[in-house]
């Protein structure tokens, strides 16, 4: 067996995450490559010299996504995708001039900001009516219907009765509020998106570009794949690994799925347990640091926090969830004797980190300065400097003979990247510049060339679902901050609270998952952080916990049934009924919809409050505990199968360790090891003597 894996086509006809993309050629595809390669030098020249105001940044921002989409996705999914019909091209002109509107008329827009002008309303009109279209075409019609009810609330919600209704609002009012200003299409999430989220997701087709799924699966195979149960071990591990890199989890679930889920199906794993595995794995990788699906930026810019404070809240539970997988592949295994693949079949990890380490510096050196305090849009913009100088150094070293030649080139690269910290990105670029004449003249050199532009326009082409939402959750924000809407909303919670925290904590889980069917995580965050974190804030809930409380649980949306894009897509996959998938998927995810409950009511897990070594200790090791009993009654297997009542029993056991209370904690403690002394002298009374 091989662990090469050529990185499979995302475009997939039995499943589009994002609606059926066109498949152009000639013209209107030399036109579609050139506009998405503006968009990646535009977004990297914002990153390095900050030529333009917050405001113009932004809206051109929108302009390129806009005019992206409506280049490469149909107005109905059953269009035609050969083409681009004259209507799309006029309608993605008019995206980009609306645009630059707020650019070229920047100065007369601030002098007249709050008395919008005839033209400044129709511009403004025409500029959500564009938003709206692009989100349908994109993510389909469950997140521009949730955004167009949030807008008729502003437009008429004087009219409803009671607390419901706020005190009215005339349309230039609304128009100003979402398309001029920052409150609205072009406020903090689009912000972030053009700032942060654009350079990550390019960072990440670099590396898929360069080899990294490889390597991922190389070294997954290698270290996990000869153990009980290894092929499903192998989905846990890469693809948790492709998902701290990775800004979509059903995008990861069709690139690493492509190798790990007929993998699983041929070493007797079932295909709804393969699928399923897969999604659970793939769907972590948004709560798994660094990148955490890009909600990570967001959620420091919304709090006003260092982005460290964001990943140390993470860490713990990202790592729970991974055991869990892990643990109910293992079960999984023992209850149908299922072994790993052959050591001889299975390739040398440290071989293949040998043979592709330079891989893992770009992500070293990002995790390290995000860690050391430097923001992210600089840390993205160096990472990806330093993905472009090792893939490009890489081709022309290969070409240098002599081992020591390849000495010397490689440090004086290393010395010239390295003054960026007294020069600035200059030096960067002239070793980038440097490069790219070399490759013109050395053997491969063009192939690597083309690699690079292949990544410029992937990864414009992998920001615009992300991008575009958003920019129309910008709607329900903007229609929020008008209304004071959310208030309301937050005193419901807070009554519900003043008697059972619980109900309150379960109130706010149902909310994320009825309002995360079919919205991607980021704009789910974005709404239910807005509307119910700052409840949970006020019932006592410490800021980053109630934050990644609901954070939590729109990933879990994407499992749960009825619309569970993860399980879709592994179902294109696996050949099995997604939603067989998806409630298999919930079973295997159950710390997912867990911990975060734990988390509320001991903060430790969350690394919250400045606790001490033994507090985090006693939480992490209770939570353990209780994913391993979650797991036996799930699977119903441990060292042997349960029978129904055992199953009872240690799911019983485990729900007694949620709660922080002295009393459910020695009950829970108690019931676990009288389950754990009963299973062993039962199973060992089976043993043959």
């Not at 879709?568 to 050949?575: G, L, P, R, T």
Request: hydrophobic share 55%.
């Amino acid at each position: 067996m091989t662990a090469h894996v050529s990185p499979p086509n995302i475009e997939q006809e039995t499943f589009s995450e994002h609606g059926a993309q066109r498949r152009l050629g000639g013209v209107a595809l030399l036109v579609l490559t050139g506009i998405a390669l503006g968009f990646s030098i535009y977004q990297l020249a914002i990153a390095a010299f900050h030529p333009l105001s917050s405001l113009v940044m932004r809206a051109l921002h929108v302009g390129f996504l806009l005019t992206l989409t409506f280049i490469l996705f149909p107005i109905r999914k059953n269009g035609r995708l050969d083409r681009v019909p004259f209507g799309d091209w006029l309608l993605a002109g008019l995206a980009f001039a609306l645009a630059a509107y707020q650019w070229v008329f920047e100065v007369d827009l601030i002098m007249r900001a709050g008395d919008p002008s005839t033209t400044d309303l129709i511009v403004g009109t025409a500029m959500i009516v564009l938003v709206f279209e692009a989100a349908r075409r994109i993510l389909g019609l469950a997140l521009p219907t949730i955004c167009a009810l949030f807008l008729l609330y502003g437009l008429f919600g004087q009219h409803l009765p009671g607390d419901l209704a706020h005190r009215g609002y005339d349309f230039a009012q609304i128009v100003d509020q979402l398309a001029f200003g920052t409150e609205g299409i072009f406020g903090i999430p689009t912000m972030v998106s053009a700032m942060y989220i654009f350079l990550f997701v390019l960072f990440g087709a670099f590396l898929e570009h360069a080899g990294m799924i490889n390597l991922f699966n190389s070294v997954a195979l290698g270290f996990v794949g000869h153990a009980k149960g290894g092929a499903a071990k192998v989905s846990v591990v890469s693809s948790g690994l492709m998902g701290s890199i990775s800004g979509s989890g059903v995008a990861n679930v069709l690139t690493t799925g492509q190798f790990t889920i007929p993998l699983m199906k041929r070493f007797g794993y079932s295909g709804t347990f393969a699928g399923a595995v897969e999604a659970t794995s793939s769907m972590g990788g948004q709560i798994m640091p660094p990148v955490m699906g890009a909600v990570a930026f967001i959620m420091a810019e919304n709090l006003n926090v260092p982005y460290i404070e964001i990943v140390k809240a993470a860490l713990v539970p990202a790592l729970l969830y991974y055991a869990t997988v892990f643990w109910m592949v293992h079960l999984e295994a023992g209850r149908k004797n299922l072994g790993g693949l052959a050591k001889e079949d299975c390739p040398n990890p440290w071989q293949a980190i040998r043979s592709q380490w330079y891989l893992v510096l770009p992500l070293v050196g990002l995790v390290g300065m995000l860690f050391n305090g430097f923001t992210p849009m600089y840390s993205g913009m160096v990472g990806l400097a330093l993905c472009a100088i090792l893939i490009l150094g890489a081709a022309v070293a290969a070409r240098l003979s002599a081992t020591a030649f390849r000495f010397v080139f490689w440090i004086a690269v290393g010395l010239g990247t390295s003054a960026l910290i007294k020069w600035g990105v200059y030096p960067v670029l002239i070793v980038i510049a440097l490069l790219i004449v070399a490759c013109l003249f050395v053997q491969g050199g063009r192939d690597t060339l083309r690699v690079m532009r292949n990544s410029l326009v992937d990864g414009a082409k992998q920001a615009l679902p992300v991008g575009v939402a958003c920019a129309i959750v910008g709607i329900i924000i903007g229609v929020l901050t008008l209304t004071g809407a959310a208030t309301n909303f937050a005193g419901f919670i807070l009554k519900v609270g003043e008697d059972s925290l619980f109900v309150s904590l379960l109130l706010t889980m149902l909310i994320c998952l009825v309002l995360g069917m079919g919205i991607p995580t980021i704009p789910n965050y974005i709404i239910t952080s807005s509307i119910a974190a700052p409840a949970l804030l006020e019932l006592g809930v410490p800021l980053i916990v109630s934050h990644m409380f609901v954070f939590y649980f729109g990933i879990m949306a994407d499992l749960t049934p009825p619309v569970a894009l993860a399980a879709f897509a592994a179902s294109s996959v696996a050949k099995e009924p997604a939603m067989k998938i998806g409630i298999k998927a919930v079973q295997i995810a159950i710390a997912g919809f867990v911990v975060p409950f734990m988390a509320v009511y001991d903060n430790a897990l969350m690394l919250q409050g400045d606790p001490s070594v033994l507090a985090v200790a006693y939480i992490v090791g209770k939570a353990l505990l209780a994913i391993t009993l979650w797991g036996a009654a799930s699977i119903g297997y441990l060292r042997a199968p349960l029978a129904a009542w055992e199953r009872v029993w240690a799911a019983a056991a485990a729900f007694m360790l949620v709660a922080a209370m002295p009393l459910t904690d020695e009950l829970g403690f108690a019931a676990c090891a009288a389950f754990i002394g009963w299973h062993l002298l039962r199973t060992r009374r089976l043993q043959p003597a």
